[in-house]
Each structure stands twice: as C-alpha cells, then as structure tokens.
Nanobody
Framework: QVQLVESGGGSVQAGGSLRVSCTVS???????MGWFRQAPGKERERVAR?????????YADSVQGRFTISQDSAKSTVVYLQMNSLKPEDTAMYFC??????????????????WSQGTQVTVSN
C-alpha cells in the first residue's frame, strides 16, 4: 500500500524560504509526485509536479522561478518542494500527492491516488 508522510512548512516573513518534504512508501523508483495547495475559501490548486523516472517537472505560473521540486539524490523515496521568495499569497495548506505515472502536461487532482495529510505554510508581511 502506498503511503505519504509530509513534513516541513511553517511560518515565515515575505521574501523568506521554506522547504516541505514528502516521503513515499510503496514506491522505490519511478513515480509521479505532485504538490497542491489550498487557501481558506479557495479551491485547491496545482503547484508543481515531478516524474522521477525522467526528471520532467511542471510548475504553476504563480510559482515558476520561485519554487523548485526535486528528488533527494540519495533517498529516492523523498521529494522536496523548496519555496523561495515567498509571498503572502502563498499562504495555504500544502498537500503532496503521488501516483505511479504522470499524465498529461498539466497535473490534475484526479491523476493522483494517494495524498498526504497536508502541512500549513503561512507567509506574513
């Protein structure tokens, strides 16, 4: 059974950085990992995705150039979302999600069958 454990997040001032990580069990190599976020009163939105077999990445326009999704070079079951130059509008609950394969050019929630419990990221002015 595939499971995810997410860690990291927290509170930071605008312009700061945070990193969240997601550890998958049930997959060892070649899987799709994505991050989504949901702010209060808003719909969940896609943030980033990586297909570990090819390294192909996707970023939402809103985070392009500020966020980086990567796989741990030593631990193939760990994926990071490095968030730099954070803005108050990045404040949300962040969820990682995984599936055996990545589908299409743009990640959709229905592509993923296992989700994390979520971690809060708060960016203040």
């Amino acid at each position: 059974q595939v499971q995810l454990v997410e860690s990291g997040g927290g509170s930071v001032q605008a312009g700061g950085s945070l990193r969240v990580s997601c550890t998958v069990s049930g997959y060892t190599t070649n899987y799709c990992m994505g991050w989504f976020r949901q702010a209060p009163g808003k719909e969940r939105e896609r943030v980033a995705r990586i297909y570990t077999s090819t390294g192909v990445r996707y970023y939402a326009d809103s985070v392009q150039g500020r966020f980086t999704i990567s796989q741990d070079s030593a631990k193939s079951t760990v994926v990071y979302l490095q968030m730099n130059s954070l803005k108050p509008e990045d404040t949300a609950m962040y969820f990682c999600a995984t599936a055996r394969y990545c589908y299409g050019a743009t990640p959709q929630e229905n592509d993923f069958d296992t989700w994390s419990q979520g971690t809060q990221v708060t960016v203040s002015n």
